[in-house]
Every structure is written in C-alpha cells, then in structure tokens.
Nanobody, 119 residues
Framework: VQLVESGGGLVQPGGSLRLSCAASGFTFSSYAMSWYRQAPGKERELVARVISAGSSTNYADSVKGRFTISRDNAKNTAYLQMSSLKPEDTAMYYC?????????????WGQGTQVTVST
C-alpha cells in the first residue's frame, strides 16, 4: 500500500496550489479519501474528505469556499485544490485513505507534503 503526495511548496498569500495523492496497492475506489494537515506545535486536523463515489464532500470551516477536494478513481488519485491561501494554511499536508467495514477499519497514510504560505 502506498500513498504519495505531491504539489506542495512555497506560495504567497492569496495564491493557489494543487496537491495530488497517488494511491496504489489497494482498491482505491472503495475508500474515502481525506486530506489532513498538521502545523508545528498543533494537532493534526481534518481539512477535507470525499467519499468513495466522489459524490459527497465535507470541509473544515477554516477552508470552506477556498479548498476543493476531488478524486479520479480511474487514475487512483485524489486532489486538493487550494485557493486564496493564507499564512495560517502553512502545514504539512497528509493524504489519508479510510474504509470502515463491520468490525474493522482500514487506514492508510502518506508521508506528507509541505505547504508554506509566506511573503
């Protein structure tokens, strides 16, 4: 199982970035995909989630209207389009795949990609 994030970097406030999460080793279309982030000294927080079929999403209040999560099940890839970035969006962003079946939860994590919003 592998989740590989890419697309992070340094961007000025107000700018945009698109993160990608390439998945392999499991049935991608059966898993909900999420993006989490963790800033230094803070706990990891959920940023956005999309269900397996891609028809339902949810977002942290802090990113609503600025970030968009999507997935392409044919490419086994999830995305996070981030716009109007703020310095407080600076964090390590992690991709997560989760599937819950009766009695068991399957959870996979990527290594993270750094996003820095600064002048």
């Amino acid at each position: 199982v592998q989740l590989v994030e890419s697309g992070g970097g340094l961007v000025q406030p107000g700018g945009s970035l698109r993160l990608s999460c390439a998945a392999s080793g499991f049935t991608f279309s059966s898993y909900a995909m999420s993006w989490y982030r963790q800033a230094p000294g803070k706990e990891r927080e959920l940023v956005a989630r999309v269900i397996s079929a891609g028809s339902s999403t949810n977002y942290a209040d802090s990113v609503k209207g600025r970030f968009t999560i999507s997935r392409d099940n044919a490419k086994n890839t999830a995305y996070l389009q981030m716009s109007s970035l703020k310095p407080e969006d600076t964090a390590m962003y992690y991709c997560n795949a989760r599937r819950v079946v009766i009695g068991e939860r399957y959870d996979y994590w990527g290594q993270g990609t750094q996003v820095t919003v600064s002048t």
